[in-house]
């Protein structure tokens, strides 16, 4: 058992460390090409003229951290300081224990441990493994603030005020939008949320379209990702949290934050979106041949790929929020929509069987779409016509 | 009280002032164009440039009669009801009719004229002239010959306002430059085979409007607009010409007079004007250095030296000076007010029976006047007067320099305190080996020296341009000095040193010793406060002294 | 800046019809823009491979040079009005007398830091003798910031690699003159 965990390790957190590196590499694919540009395509075979459209570049990107010079300022506080990066990477690691990177590997007795199908996730049968990765998720914040107050800098002081309070605002929502998910499942346990929505072939996100939207958004926000990135805001507070870091303790920052948004697409995939599933191809049961078991990777992976691209073509499209929007976007437009959508879940998993027999499942994602739009639109008609300069003048 | 109105702006003049119209308009903070006209030389009113309206006020109606033509304003005294008018369209119509006149031959060659940047010609032109251009008749180069050693002269560029020509017959009374041909053929030109070779000649590149007079000393050096000018004191004799030391990034590039009615009107000698060039010698010393006892080698005791950053060697300096026993020290006439009087404090406080003697000073020659009461000095050093008076505050007996070098050999010295400072070599071999017998001898100096051979520690500091400080004439007129350029690297301003060594707090500000000096010595109290860029006469005091003490006398208190 | 200061004109946001308050369509419609941006052509020249098209090399901003005249001296003449205009104070001239009896001045050393420089052209503007122009060479390179310090034999050699490129402005009036 120990072995297999530790072997299961071992992949999980090579596949993420090399699955960052290439992100970022594909993430200034994006931007560049965006942008009208071509992006890093020079970097390949070293000593060569081989190029790789630039495949080599993470390669470099992580040897220039780790060969850049340790510098620590004198007047942090040392301890914190060195603290702060360990910890934000160590809670964005640990999340990784309980979340399913496929399904099961079929039983084959031909090497030791392998007669039952063995599960692939670290730490499996865990019951409250949604808790689990919403704490751990949450230890992030220490990183962060922890790195803000250790810097003893101004701006990374106000990065850190900033994320906390960010943090703190969007924790809510986060836990509102997968409510739902948990009252039709009646489990916190990834695969069994997996195993539900792969039973009855209709993922959540076609019956709880609010606790997507709440969910994501919030996401994005706990990833600091760009529309939420005001921890770091580059033009307004230099690094945020980070300025004072440099090499492989800021290198340690980065994979923190590109490691949240990796959970995050996790998460959404999982929970919304059927994690292994896809109708036809991957069966439904825990019994599965070898055919079954590597597409189910396959489909994950390609899911999350695709969830991760939407994030990054987000942060290209859209401005950063300014302060006071995305704080009234928290509490005055995902928490109420947040509690609409539990109640309306609350109230389709207990009455929708009742009244509706077989076509329940219609009704929830008939009703779901219903109050979605129409909560949205409640939303819209509520908000301020303006946020222009009228405060500013009186 | 006469009443004079200019431009609608009434002024007064006292009864015994006799103002032109330049003068009184300047009064009233109206500034007249001219070329021709300056203060110190007699009235010619040949350029036409101030020409301005000019008309009287009946004192007893009070109507204004104006003079139907424009007059220079000159020539135009300023009495009684007269009134100038000096912005109508009258007027700037003339300014610029008589700016295009003098361009119409003058080469357009501003970019490599050494007077772009402080031209009249220039300016007026930009203030007064006509937008455009209507005459070009030639191609422009400027013609140029030397008219003497220190002069060269671009004859196309000149407007021929004789400034130059009356200067030297009216101020060096020399007068070798004269005025050539007539009309349209006009030329400045020296009197074949007598070059302007006085030592006042350099003023008449400082009183040409525009940039026919160059100097050679300066001439391509630099432009003028790079140039910060500082307020300074000429250290060349002890007449202490007030000049303007004009610098661009801590290198000296000319001297020029500062106007002061009380020393120097608007002029300066050569001597000074010229002197500066030893603030940038190579040969000038750096570096604070101890000197180290060697093994003797080949019979000889070879003096060896080795180099000290300043902290510790000031360090070390106080803690041996402190167990010297009895002191002397020398004080160099170059030295500022300031720097005497923190040095004899500094040798005071450690033997309050220290030896305070007069470095030598320099007397070359005779004093030189000319005839408009401007002397050049045969001491040739700027502050002996003022050592005079800041030593005889500490010591009854200030010795001067000769009796010093007699009586060194009878007492019995410890340490030695010696400042240089003089562009020139001051010290021979027969004196400096008078003071082989000093154990501990402290020298500072910018030039090598006998003595500097001899010393314990070398401490090298700096030339005027550097030094910031108060200095005291031959007629007991205290001038200011800001500094001009820091020091070379290694080498520190005297008062900074003994600044440091008494243990004061902060950088080295000779204001404040000064208003020290004032409180304490009876003799400086005319010194105190804010003090005005023409100096303070320290007489005054002295003068007003006598005064209560005659009327305590009498018993008079009024 | 007074709220009522009459230099300020007030310019009110546009208002956001419903769908512009329900965030969702506009940014989907952000995303729309950015995605077919994605796929949209490239604008970036591959450099050492592709040499980028400088669209008038006689007014691009690139490395400086000084002219020589017909007689092949430099045609500057210290006159420093460059150093002057220079807002970064790479020009750094020390002027003398000219060994030419038609010439007054000539800079015994023109020495411009090319690594301090900041390419604005001012000194062109400034030159009244059209003596110092920037070329359009703007690949120069160097191993070390000495190197990158151009005096005046080099400038002068850049005048002699561009001159027939990049005819200098007196040279370009004369022919203009002459063809009209």
Excluded at chain 2, 15 to 40: F, K, M, S, T, V
Excluded at chain 2, 62 to 84: E, H, I, N, S, W
Excluded at chain 2, 418 to 432: H, N
Excluded at chain 2, 446 to 459: D, G, K, N, V
Aim: charged letters at 20%; proline letters at 5%.
């Amino acid at each position: 058992m120990l072995l297999e965990a530790l072997i299961k390790i071992a992949i999980l957190i090579g596949g993420l460390m090399t699955a960052a590196a290439y992100l970022v590499l594909v993430e200034r694919w994006m931007a560049a090409w965006i942008q009208g540009r071509i992006g890093p395509n020079r970097v390949g075979v070293p000593l060569t003229r081989i190029r790789l459209f630039g495949l080599g570049q993470p390669i470099a990107d992580g040897l220039k951290f780790i060969l850049k010079e340790e510098y620590v300022p004198a007047h942090v506080d040392k301890w914190l300081y060195y603290l702060a990066p360990m910890a934000i990477l160590t809670a964005a690691l640990a999340a990784f224990a309980v979340i399913p990177f496929g399904s099961v590997l079929p039983p084959d007795v031909s090497f030791p441990g392998g007669e039952e199908p063995i599960q692939l996730v670290v730490a499996p049968g865990i019951d409250v493994g949604m808790l689990y990765v919403f704490a751990l998720s949450s230890m992030a914040i220490y990183g962060v603030t922890l790195g803000g107050w250790a810097s003893n800098n101004k701006y990374s002081f106000l990065g850190g005020l900033r994320s906390s309070a960010q943090l703190i605002a969007y924790e809510i929502p986060l836990g509102l939008g997968i409510l739902g998910v948990v009252l039709m499942t009646g489990s916190l346990r990834l695969e069994e949320i997996i195993g539900a929505q792969a039973q009855s072939g209709l993922w959540f996100a076609f019956s709880q379209p609010l606790g997507l939207l709440v969910f994501s958004v919030a996401a994005c926000a706990e990833a600091g990702r760009l529309p939420f990135d005001l921890p770091e805001a580059e033009q307004e507070l230099v690094g945020g949290y980070h300025t004072e870091y440099a090499g492989m303790k800021l290198m340690m920052y980065l994979v923190g934050e590109f490691l949240h948004m990796i959970t995050a697409a996790f998460l959404i995939v999982i929970l919304f979106f059927g994690g292994w599933h896809l109708w036809g191809v991957t069966g439904s049961s825990n019994d599965v041949n070898w055919f079954q078991a590597i597409a189910r990777i396959l489909v994950l992976v390609t899911k999350i790929l695709l969830v991760v691209l939407l994030f990054m073509l987000v942060r290209w499209s859209w401005p950063r929020f300014r302060f006071d929007q995305l704080m009234a976007l928290a509490w005055k437009v995902m928490l109420p929509l947040g509690l609409v959508h539990l109640f309306t879940m609350a109230v389709l998993s207990e009455y929708a069987e009742r009244w509706a027999g077989g076509a329940a499942p219609w009704v929830i994602v008939g009703v779901g779409w219903l109050v979605a739009v129409a909560a949205c639109l409640v939303a819209g008609t509520l908000t301020a016509v303006s946020t222009g300069n009228q405060a500013i003048r009186e | 009280m006469a009443r004079v109105i200019i431009d609608s702006v009434e002024i007064e003049i006292g009864d015994d002032e006799r103002l032109n119209g330049i003068q009184a308009a300047a009064r009233a903070g109206i500034d007249i164009p001219r070329y021709c006209w300056h203060p110190g030389l007699s009235v010619v009113a040949s350029c036409r440039m101030c020409l301005v309206e000019t008309g009287t006020r009946n004192v007893e109606t009070g109507d204004v009669v104006m003079l139907p033509k424009l007059v220079p304003a000159c020539q135009t005294p300023a009495r009684d009801g007269t009134v100038f008018i000096t912005q109508s369209d009258k007027v700037q119509h003339s300014r610029a009719m008589v700016e295009e006149d003098l361009l119409i031959d003058h080469p357009i060659d501003c970019p490599i004229c050494d007077k772009a940047g402080e031209c009249y010609l220039q300016d007026y032109y930009f203030k007064y002239g006509h937008g455009g251009r209507r005459a070009d008749v030639r191609p422009f180069t400027s013609r140029r010959r030397d008219v003497g050693p220190t002069v060269t002269l671009f004859t196309d560029r000149c407007v021929m306002c004789t400034r130059c020509v009356r200067f030297t017959r009216e101020i060096s009374g020399t007068s070798e430059l004269m005025v050539r041909d007539r009309g349209a053929h006009e030329e400045i030109d020296i009197f074949s085979g007598f070059p302007l070779e006085n030592k006042l000649a350099g003023n008449v590149v400082d009183i040409c409007p525009v940039g026919a007079l160059g100097d050679k000393d300066f001439l391509y050096q630099q432009r003028v607009w790079f140039m910060k000018r500082h307020e300074a004191v000429c250290t060349g004799c002890s007449t202490g010409c007030s000049i303007y030391v004009e610098e661009n990034q801590d290198r000296v590039y000319r001297l020029k007079p500062r106007e002061n009615e009380h020393v120097n009107q608007w002029w300066m000698c050569d001597e000074g004007r010229y002197g500066y060039h030893y603030v940038h010698s190579p040969k000038r010393v750096v570096g604070a250095q101890r000197r180290v006892e060697t093994s003797e080698e080949n019979g000889d005791n070879v003096p060896a030296y080795e180099n000290v950053e300043w902290q510790p060697i000031l360090d070390d300096l106080q803690a041996r000076l402190a167990k010297a026993g009895r002191l002397a020290a020398v004080f160099s006439p170059h030295l500022t007010v300031e720097e005497a009087y923190l040095l004899a404090k500094l040798v005071h406080g450690v033997d309050a029976e220290a030896t305070l003697a007069i470095g030598p000073v320099p007397v070359v020659g005779e004093d030189e006047s000319y005839p408009n009461g401007f002397t050049i000095r045969a001491e040739k050093c700027p502050n002996h007067r003022g050592l005079q008076l800041v030593l005889s505050h500490f010591t009854d007996r200030v010795l001067a320099f000769d009796q010093f070098l007699e009586e060194l050999p009878n007492i019995d010295v410890g340490a030695t305190w010696v400042t240089g400072g003089y562009p020139q070599p001051w010290i021979d071999e027969a004196s400096a080996s008078r003071f082989d017998e000093v154990p501990l001898l402290i020298m500072q100096d910018i030039f090598a020296s006998p003595l500097w051979e001899r010393a314990s520690y070398r401490l090298p500091g700096v030339a005027f341009a550097a030094r910031p400080g108060s200095y005291v004439n031959h007629r007991d007129r205290l001038q200011t000095a800001d500094w001009a350029i820091r020091p070379p690297a290694g080498a520190r301003v005297e008062g900074s040193v003994y600044w440091q060594m008494l243990g004061m707090s902060g950088l080295y500000r000779p204001q404040r010793v000064l208003d020290e000096i004032a409180a304490t010595v009876p003799a400086f109290a005319m010194a105190a406060g804010p003090l005005p860029s023409v100096g303070v006469d320290l007489r005054l005091n002295q003068f007003a002294e006598a005064a209560t003490a005659a009327a305590s006398e009498t018993g008079d208190h009024c | 800046m007074k709220q009522d200061d009459a230099h300020i004109s007030w310019v009110e946001p546009p208002k956001l019809g419903l769908s512009g308050r329900m965030y969702l369509p506009l940014l989907a419609q952000g995303l729309t823009t950015t995605a077919r941006h994605l796929f949209s052509q490239k604008v970036t020249t591959q450099f050492p491979e592709q040499r980028p098209e400088i669209g008038n090399p006689l007014i691009y901003r690139g490395v400086h040079r000084l002219n020589k005249d017909a007689g092949g001296r430099v045609k500057c003449v210290a006159c420093f009005l460059c150093a002057t205009a220079c807002p970064a104070h790479c020009i750094d001239i020390i002027g003398t007398e000219s060994p030419w009896d038609d010439r007054e001045k000539y800079p015994e050393s023109f020495t411009i830091d090319e690594l301090r420089c900041i390419y604005c052209g001012m000194c062109e503007e400034a030159c009244p003798v059209d003596a110092i122009e920037l070329t359009s060479m703007f690949d120069l390179t160097g191993r070390s910031r000495e190197e990158m310090i151009f005096d005046k034999e080099k400038l002068l050699s850049v005048y002699d690699q561009t001159k027939d490129a990049e005819p200098s402005r007196s040279q370009r009036a004369a022919s203009e003159g002459a063809t009209t």
